[in-house]
C-alpha cells in the first residue's frame, strides 16, 4: 500500500546503543550505522535497525553549513555511481522514536528523487506506522541531513523531492572510513572475541566483534589494554596493543572502538649509520590497494631510502593507521619505473594544524626492484657509482687485467677455459640474475672500482671480486665497498633476500681486506658475531685415482650424526659462524633450494658432505661445492672444503685417496682444496699453495659493523 502518513506501530522492545554518549558521539554513531550481525538467516529473525532518539542532533549547526541543490543532486549520483547506499530517518508516529534505514538512490536528474530499500527488513517494519523525517549522507567525516518532502512511500522504494538547500553537521576532526572483508580478533587475557571490522581512521577504529564459545563480554576489561589482530584469510594487516575508548551494551555482538597504544612501533633495531634519506626530483609515487577500505590510493614521497620513505597527509582526511601493513605497494617513478614492496606505517607525527608526517618502512621486496631502488639512490649521490648495471664486457675484462685482478698466476689457471668463463660472466653481468649483485665506479665508460657478491649458500652471500684502479684523487675502491656496505645495510632486512650471513675470503697477507674485514672480527672479539677461520689453500690434481682405503676406513655421506659430531668439534676448535652459513645440515627444500634456484637461472650450484671414518668414528667431513666454472676467479665456490674433527688420527695417504675419489666430479685440470684446521697442514707436512682466511658476519651485527667502517675509514654514511 502506498502512503504518506502515518500509522501505528507494533511494540519495539529494542535498547538504546546511544545512551550516555556525548553529542560527538551521537553524531559518529549516527554517520556510521551498520547492519547488526545477523544470527539467523530466515527472515521472521531479522532484528529491526537500532533506535536512534537524538533529533536535536540532526537540527544541529544546520544554518551554519547549507549545501545547494544542485551540490546535492551531484553527490546523489555519485552515490548511484559507486553503489552507495543514504540513511532515510523515519519516527514512529505513536511512541516518537526513530530509526535509519538503508536506502540506494536511482539516477536523479531533477528535483524527484526514487531510493530502493536495500535493508531486508523492510516488510516487517509495517511502514505505514512510520512518518518520513529526511534523509542523511554520511562521508566518514561530517553528515548531510536533507529536509526532502516525502512523495510516495512502500516495501520496495519512497520517491521523495530535494529541497532547495540541505545542511551540513556533524564534523569530525578525521575523516572515518568503511570497511570491507577485514576479519577482527581481540585478545585479552584469556578472552576471546572475532567478528570484523567497521570503520577505521587514523586515530583508532571500530570493530564489531562476539565473544568465542568459551569466553564472555563479562571477561572483558574495558580498562585493560587489548590485542587485536586485523586480517582477511591470507595476511594480517595490523596487529597491536589498543585501548578501548567506548563499547556498546549488546551482550552479543558489541561494537567497540579503539585506539592504538602508540603512535609509533620499533620495526627494527635502531640503525645509528642509516643509509641517507633522499629529496627526489621527480618526486617518486606510491599506489597501492588500501588494505583495509579496499580502494586504490596515491600517495607523492616527500623523502626515500632505501629502509622506507615518509609522506604528508592531510590532517582531517589521513588514511595511514600506525602499524597498519601494506602489500604489494609500487614505488613509481616518473609513471614508467616501478618497483613493487611490503611496507608498514611505523609513525604519524602531527607536522601543522593542517599536515600530518607519516614514516613508512619497507618490510621485504624482492632483490631486482630493491637493486633498482638503490641505483637510483647512489646515483642521485654520485653519477659514477652503478649496481648491478649492465656492463660492456670487454671493457670488464680490460678492468680485470688492467687492476692487476687476474694476475699471470691465475689467468695461467683459467686460460684453458676462458671461453667458458666470457659466457658465464656474459650471463652474471648483463641478464642480471638474483644471485649475483656488482657495484662498479665508473666515468666515461670505463671502469675504476669493482666488488660484487653471490648467494654461495641457502641464507649466505659471498663477497668477492674486489678491484680497483687510480683515479684522479678518489679512492674507487674505497667508494665501491662504500657502495656494498649501503646496499647491504637494508638488505639484509629482506626475508626475500635470504640472508642471514655476509662472507669473504682474503689472503691474511693482503692488508686491505684484514683491516676491513679481520680487523672488525678482532674488535668484536665475539665469533658468534663475526668470525674468521684460518684454511689451507692446495690446488690437487689426482695422482691415486683408482687407490683404496685401509681396511676399517669408510666414506658415506654424513648423517644426522655426523653433522652433530662435526660441529661439536668445529665450535671448540673455532666458535665460529662457517658451518651455520653453510648450512650443511639443512635438509633440501625443493623447489626453493639454492640449486633448484640456480638451475631456474642457467647456472649450476651443489654441494654435498662426505663424512670419511675409521672403525666407525667420524675423522674429517669433506664437503664437495660445485658451481660453473668462473663463478669465483679464486674457484672457491667450486673446490673441497676438508673439516679434519681428528688431526692427529687422519694420515694424509688416507685423505689423499678420498679426495682423488671426489675430484672425479669436477671438469678441472686442478681441483682447489681448502683444509681446516690449518695445524693439520703442518702435522702432517702437507705442501700447500697459500692461506686463506674464512670471513663469516652474522647480519644482526652488521649496524656495529657499519660504525666500525665509519670510524676505522671515516666512510660516511649521510
Same mark, same amino acid.
Given at each position: ?18 545512551? /550516555? ?17 545477523? +544470527? ?19 537540527? !544541529? ?37 526513530? $530509526? ?9 536528474? /531533477? ?41 510516495? $512511500? ?153 629502509? #622506507? ?62 637493486? @633498482? ?66 657495484? +662498479? ?8 672500482? @669493482?666488488?660484487?657478491?653471490?648467494? !654461495? ?8 671480486? @674486489? ?62 658475531? &663475526? ?9 690437487? +690434481? ?9 681396511? #676399517? ?45 640456480? %638451475?631456474?637461472? #642457467? ?7 662426505? !663424512? ?35 688431526? %692427529? ?14 675430484? &672425479? ?20 707436512? $702437507? ?32
Amino acid at each position: 500500500m502506498n502512503r504518506s502518513a502515518k500509522s501505528i506501530p507494533k511494540k519495539e522492545t529494542n535498547f538504546n546503543p546511544e545512551e /550516555g554518549l556525548t553529542e560527538q558521539e551521537k553524531a559518529e554513531l549516527l554517520t556510521n550505522k551498520e547492519e547488526p550481525i545477523e +544470527t539467523h538467516s530466515e527472515d521472521k529473525n531479522l532484528l529491526p535497525p537500532p533506535l536512534f532518539q537524538h533529533q536535536d542532533l540532526t537540527n !544541529a549547526d544546520a544554518k551554519n553549513n547549507p549545501m545547494d541543490q544542485e551540490a546535492l543532486i551531484n553527490i546523489l549520483n555519485h552515490i548511484h555511481f559507486t553503489n552507495e547506499h543514504i540513511l532515510v530517518h523515519l519516527r514512529h508516529s505513536r511512541y516518537q522514536d526513530s $530509526i535509519f534505514i538503508k536506502a540506494c538512490p536511482e539516477p536523479c536528474l /531533477g528535483r524527484e528523487l526514487m531510493c530502493r530499500w536495500s535493508d531486508k527488513h523492510i516488510p516487517s517494519l509495517e511502514l505505514d506506522r512510520y512518518e518520513f523525517q529526511h534523509f542523511v549522507i554520511g562521508n566518514g567525516q561530517s553528515m548531510t541531513i536533507v529536509p526532502a518532502v516525502l512523495k510516495e $512511500i512502500n516495501n520496495d522504494y519512497l520517491k521523495i523531492q530535494l529541497p532547495d538547500t540541505s545542511h551540513i553537521v556533524g564534523k569530525r576532526r578525521t575523516k572515518r572510513y568503511a570497511c570491507h572483508d577485514v576479519g577482527a580478533e581481540m585478545v585479552q587475557n584469556g578472552f576471546l572475541a572475532k567478528g570484523k571490522l567497521v570503520d577505521f581512521s587514523p586515530g583508532g577504529f571500530r570493530v564489531k566483534v562476539r565473544p568465542d564459545l568459551s569466553s564472555s563480554f563479562q571477561w572483558f576489561n574495558a580498562d585493560e589494554p587489548v590485542s587485536i589482530n586485523l586480517h582477511n584469510n591470507r595476511r594480517t594487516f595490523f596487529s597491536g596493543v589498543c585501548r578501548c575508548i567506548r563499547q556498546g551494551l549488546n551482550p552479543q555482538n558489541k561494537e567497540i572502538v579503539l585506539e592504538p597504544s602508540d603512535d609509533c612501533i620499533k620495526r627494527f633495531k635502531p640503525n645509528v649509520t642509516g643509509n641517507p634519506r633522499q629529496h627526489l626530483v621527480p618526486t617518486p609515487t606510491l599506489i597501492f590497494d588500501h588494505p583495509l577500505m579496499k580502494k586504490r590510493v596515491q600517495l607523492g614521497v616527500s623523502d626515500i631510502s632505501t629502509s #622506507g620513505f615518509c609522506i604528508y597527509e592531510k590532517a582531517d582526511e589521513g588514511i595511514l593507521l600506525p602499524g597498519m601493513i601494506i602489500p604489494d605497494m609500487a614505488i613509481t617513478f616518473a609513471g614508467s619505473l616501478k618497483m613493487n614492496c611490503d611496507a608498514q606505517v611505523i609513525y604519524r607525527l602531527k607536522e601543522s594544524e593542517n599536515e600530518v608526517r607519516c614514516g613508512l618502512a619497507i618490510l621485504d621486496m624482492d632483490i631486482n626492484n630493491y637493486s @633498482h631502488l638503490n641505483h637510483i639512490l647512489t646515483s642521485a649521490l654520485d653519477s659514477y657509482a652503478n649496481v648491478s648495471a649492465e656492463i660492456d664486457m670487454d671493457i670488464l675484462w680490460e678492468f680485470f687485467f688492467d687492476s692487476g685482478f687476474i694476475y699471470p698466476k691465475k689467468y695461467g689457471l683459467i686460460q684453458s677455459h676462458r671461453e667458458t668463463f666470457k659466457k658465464t660472466y656474459r650471463k652474471l653481468y648483463q641478464e642480471n640474475p638474483e644471485v649475483a649483485r656488482h657495484f +662498479t665506479y665508473q666515468k666515461n665508460g670505463r671502469i675504476y672500482g @669493482h666488488i660484487s657478491m653471490v648467494r !654461495a649458500y641457502d641464507k649466505a652471500w659471498m663477497i668477492h671480486h @674486489h678491484a680497483a684502479l687510480t683515479m684522479e684523487n678518489k679512492r674507487a675502491g674505497f667508494i665501491v665497498l662504500k657502495q656494498i656496505m649501503h646496499y647491504l645495510n637494508d638488505m639484509h632486512r629482506l626475508p626475500s633476500a635470504k640472508m642471514d650471513y655476509a662472507m669473504s675470503y682474503f689472503r691474511p697477507e693482503n692488508k686491505f681486506p684484514d683491516r676491513v674485514f679481520g680487523g672488525f672480527a678482532r674488535t668484536l672479539n665475539n665469533p658468534k658475531g &663475526c668470525s674468521v677461520d684460518t684454511f689451507a689453500y692446495l690446488p690437487y +690434481t689426482s695422482l691415486s685415482l683408482g687407490a683404496r682405503l685401509p681396511n #676399517g676406513w669408510g666414506l658415506r655421506e654424513c648423517s644426522a650424526l655426523d653433522f652433530w659430531e662435526l660441529n661439536r668439534f668445529y665450535n671448540n676448535a673455532s666458535g665460529g659462524l662457517l658451518l651455520d652459513a653453510m648450512a650443511l645440515d639443512k635438509e633440501d627444500s625443493g623447489d626453493g633450494s639454492l640449486a633448484k634456484v640456480y %638451475e631456474r637461472l #642457467g647456472f649450476l650450484r651443489k654441494q654435498k658432505a662426505y !663424512a670419511l671414518t675409521s672403525q666407525g668414528k667420524l675423522k674429517a667431513v669433506l664437503v664437495v661445492n660445485q658451481s660453473d666454472l668462473g663463478f669465483n676467479l679464486s674457484e672457491l665456490l667450486n673446490s673441497i672444503k676438508i673439516v679434519v674433527a681428528d688431526p %692427529e688420527a687422519l694420515p694424509w695417504n688416507v685423505l689423499s685417496v678420498v679426495i682423488s675419489r671426489l675430484t &672425479c666430479v669436477y671438469n678441472m685440470e686442478k681441483v682447489p682444496v681448502l683444509f681446516y684446521p690449518f695445524d693439520y697442514v703442518k702435522i702432517e707436512d $702437507i705442501p700447500y699453495e697459500k692461506q686463506y682466511q674464512a670471513w663469516v658476519l652474522n647480519v644482526r651485527y652488521g649496524n656495529e659493523y657499519m660504525e666500525y667502517m665509519q670510524k676505522r675509514f671515516r666512510i660516511g654514511y649521510k
